[in-house]
């Protein structure tokens, strides 16, 4: 299986900083990668999907980059919304997997 | 609009039976993967198992082969998940999740339900 790695597990930022996660793919999986956010208690969200495409209805502070197996997701201006667990998932190849989460927390 | 209503969690012993049902809505349910993602309480996201509505072909996570069956009604859009000899670790959350790309088994998710809790304990 595919093991994904991310990079916090958590961070503390404040309102209007910008912060980077990052999540590291065990082997080579193109740009099948998403990003997903999760409120506590909600169920998760799709931000990004083919690694740099964003959802339609997602804000453009988020984005998302790659480069050969690492892929990276910034969040600009962060909002109070945006305090949250993101996670990124690799669609490669069976098994589908996660990373561990990131938790970005309000200083 | 798309809405996923999951249903059937609940309190089970240790090796017992369950079966989760994901009523679907506001798309072409034949026409997407549909699977299942559980989070044991205060885990991250585990990939359970997947199923491709069109070709009725099914993944599973190593963790639940030969235990949990993945199927679904297509003529009342729903989705099922069959979890038979449950142990303690398989208490969690379950989601199911929509497939975003009509036609393909490996995808993203783009929708998900609520989620219904699965507790496994005597």
């Known amino acids: 299986a595919i093991r994904m790695t991310q990079s916090p597990s958590s961070l503390s930022a404040s309102p209007g900083d910008r912060v980077t996660i990052t999540c590291w793919a065990s082997q080579g999986i193109s740009s099948y990668l998403a990003w997903y956010q999760q409120q506590p208690g909600k169920a998760p969200k799709l931000l990004i999907y083919?690694?740099?495409t964003l959802r339609s209805g997602v804000p453009s502070r988020f984005s998302g980059s790659a480069s050969g197996t690492d892929f990276t997701l910034t969040i600009n201006y962060l909002q109070s919304e945006d305090f949250a667990t993101y996670y990124c998932q690799q669609y490669y190849s069976n098994p589908w997997t996660f990373g561990q989460g990131t938790k970005v927390e309000i200083k | 609009e798309v809405h996923l209503l999951e249903s059937g969690g609940g309190l089970v012993q240790p090796g017992g039976s369950l079966r989760l049902s994901c009523a679907a809505s506001?798309?072409?349910?034949?026409?997407?993967?549909m699977s299942w993602v559980r989070q044991a309480p205060g885990k991250g996201l585990e990939w359970v198992a997947s199923?491709?509505?069109?070709?009725?072909?099914?993944y599973n996570a190593d963790s639940v082969k030969g235990r949990f069956t993945i199927s679904t009604d297509n003529s009342q859009s729903t989705l099922y998940l069959q979890m038979n000899s449950l142990r303690a670790e398989d208490s969690a959350v379950y989601y199911c999740?929509?497939?975003?790309?009509?036609?393909?088994?490996?995808?993203?998710?783009?929708?998900w339900g609520q989620g219904t809790l699965v507790t496994v304990s005597s």
């Open positions: 999740a929509k497939g975003a790309v009509a036609g393909t088994s490996f995808d993203y998710f783009d929708y």
């Open positions: 506001g798309f072409s349910f034949r026409s997407y993967a």
């Open positions: 199923i491709s509505t069109t070709a009725g072909v099914t």
């Open positions: 083919a690694g740099s």
